[in-house]
């Protein structure tokens, strides 16, 4: 693990293993048809999803009680108190709720730090695998899966073949626009898996693209944008930034590519090169 780690306002590893108490928190619901419940923007919450969020909000007072912490399942803070954070965690105590509901293994536990408004660390772990994954900009990003112990992990450079990955359950005429444009410049192999999960490909070598043209929320892409950062990867807004937090009435975000090791004149010929 880096010694760049000894920068972080809290303790690295206690909050490592925060994140993997919270998804074994999940498991006791897999698989065992939980009780469904609708949000008002008529979004799944199973008891799952809150047993995580409030493990992971006691050990996040605990482990930094000076950090306001902003959950998915607790996201009803007033704008003219979360606009006087300057640091805060952003929390979704289980991303994937439909996929976790139907059975797969493609749900994930993430938490991010954010400070003015950008990513500066993140974890995501994922349960059902045994697997977290951790890091930051400039600070590197790690995987540690069945026990065994962490490895650094680095985005991969693209080839004359581009692995993109997708949402398995939302697109839209944009993305399929994209795609399209994509394929006519090279051979394109198309990977649909759920939540987070896809940025984690693109960390670990496994992946090159995900384009994203669907609604997300900040808590849906936070943690794993640090995991990936750190990798070497970038998340781009359809500016050609890089993607913030800013504070905004909503959480949704706008679109935005994510990718690892991309050449610069395939970012600009699909509008994304500075």
Known sequence: ??????????????LLELTDRAGKETLKWWRKEP????????????????AAHHMILAGLRELTPDIPVLSEEDADVPMNERE???????????????????????FTVNI???EQGQIRFGVVGVPARDKLYWGGLELGA?????????????????SNALTV?????????EQEALLSRLKSLQQVELVNIGSSLKFCLLAEGNADLYPRFAPTSQWDTAAAQAVLEGAGGQV???DGQRFGYPTRETWLNPHFVAAGKLPSDLLQALGLGN
Do not use: Y
């Open 1 to 14: 693990m880096s010694t760049s780690f000894n920068n972080l306002p809290f303790d690295t590893v206690a």
């Open 35 to 50: 009780e469904v419940t609708a949000k008002p923007d008529d979004s799944p919450v199973t008891a799952a999803d809150l």
């Open 84 to 106: 006087r954070w300057q640091r805060f965690w952003l929390v979704d105590p289980l991303d994937g709720t439909k996929e976790f509901i139907a059975g797969t293994d493609e």
């Open 112 to 114: 991010a730090l954010v």
């Open 142 to 158: 790690w995987r540690r899966a069945d026990g065994e112990p962490a490895e650094a992990i680095r985005c991969r450079h693209a």
């Open 165 to 173: 990955v997708a949402s398995r359950r939302h697109t839209s005429p």
């Open 236 to 238: 781009l807004g359809l």
